[in-house]
Each structure stands twice: as C-alpha cells, then as structure tokens.
C-alpha cells in the first residue's frame, strides 16, 4: 500500500538555528499537505501543495513539492520555541496517508 | 477554517463493552470523512475511509467489525468500537474534507482508555 516516510525522526535544534525535514511517498501524489501536531493536541493544517515543482511560504516555513510529486519538504529559518511541535506531511491520492512525523525540539 | 467537532474528548470504558465517538462537521458538508488512530509519540494510522451514505472502506489489518464506521449523513460520522479491549485504548481522531476535497479539518480527538 502507498506509504509516506519523513526524515528525521527527531530534531533538536538550538533556536535561531534552521530546519528541514523531508517527505517521501512510494507512490505519485495528487497533492501533499503539512500539518504542524503540538504535545497532546490535534494536527493543525499549515498547507497544501498541488503543482509540481510548487514553492511556497508562510514566514519563517518555506514548504516545496518535487518535480516528480512524490517528496516535500518543509524548511524552517531560525527556529523559535514556539516551532516546537511533530510537523507531519500528508500525501493525498484518494485518501489522506500520514507521514511518520518529525518532532522538533527547540533548545533556548 | 472549518470547525470539525469530536465527542467524547475522553473516555474510558471497561472491557467488554462498547464505544461510539462522533464527528460532525459544524459549518461545511463533509463529503469524505477519515478516522485515524495515533500510538503514543507515533504518527495518525488511517482506519478506515467514509464517504456520505456507502460503507466505509477500511485499510489493511483494521477489522471491520470491530470498528464500526456510519457516515449516515453529510454533516455525522460515527465509530464505534465493540467489545473492547486495553489493546484498543489509543487517541482516535476524525478529518474531514467538502467537496472541494483540499484541506483536512480535524475533530479534536477522543482519548480511549479500557479499563
């Protein structure tokens, strides 16, 4: 069945810093979404991305879409504490498949 | 966004008997409606897929008769979980997507714990 892995796992790193994590689907998406999950809350939709090869940004979160439409990923520039969170990626076909998730820790 | 409501937030139940969580859709009609399941520091597993008025397709390994899935109109969507057990105690959370099939609305999940 189709699947959707991200990397890293895990990140932590010291804010100011940056960030990436990265999202790859066995399968052609339709389009990919993010959503940004905090410590005992529900995922909360950041984006969605359609065309191939797609950039876009949302302040400090630039989101892109391959050229292929099977991998994403998600850069954040200078990191603050409230980027603490587990960012997963969503890739949709004829049904939304989750991502494994990156938690992201931000050091002080 | 839209507002997807989620009832119960928490529940524990005790072996044996049987769970039923709403999701409803406040302000748009929910045309396809997903139930996940989330683990512990893990991501969401898609259960199972419901569009208005037809059975629910369920992904492999989630047993359908276990988890019953109505979607009987175009704002409700219920699971239900039988006979349940502490294997099943788990976060369970509902999205929903309209017509226009862009973005996920989620329900603010329900917290399972069998007892």
């Known amino acids: 069945g189709q699947q959707v892995m991200q990397i890293p796992q895990y990140q932590h790193v010291q804010e100011g810093e940056d960030s990436t994590t990265y999202c790859n689907s066995s399968?052609?998406?339709?389009?990919i979404q993010w959503y940004k999950q905090r410590p005992g809350g529900h995922p909360v939709f950041l984006i969605q991305?359609?065309?191939?090869?797609e950039v876009k940004k949302q302040k400090r979160l630039t989101f892109q879409f391959g050229e292929a439409k099977k991998n994403s990923s998600l850069h954040i520039t200078a990191t603050q504490t409230t980027d603490v969170g587990t960012y997963f990626c969503a890739g949709n076909t004829d049904k939304l498949i989750f991502g494994t998730g990156t938690r992201l820790q931000v050091f002080p | 966004g839209a507002v997807v409501s989620q009832h119960p937030s928490r529940v524990i139940c005790k072996s044996g008997t049987s769970v039923k969580i709403e999701c409803r859709s406040l302000?748009?009609?929910?045309?396809?409606m997903f139930w996940y399941r989330q683990f512990p520091k893990q991501s969401l597993m898609l259960m199972a897929t419901?569009?208005?008025?037809?059975?629910?397709?369920?992904e492999q390994g989630v047993e359908k008769d276990k988890f019953l899935i109505n979607h009987a109109s175009l704002t409700l969507s219920t699971l239900t979980v039988t006979s349940a057990h502490p294997e099943d105690s788990s976060f369970y959370i509902c999205s929903a997507m309209g017509h226009s099939n862009t973005e996920a609305f989620f329900g603010q999940g329900t917290r399972l714990t069998v007892v």
């Open positions: 302000d748009f009609q929910a045309t396809t």
């Open positions: 991305l359609v065309k191939s090869g």
């Open positions: 399968t052609t998406l339709s389009n």
């Open positions: 419901s569009n208005e008025g037809s059975k629910a397709t369920y």
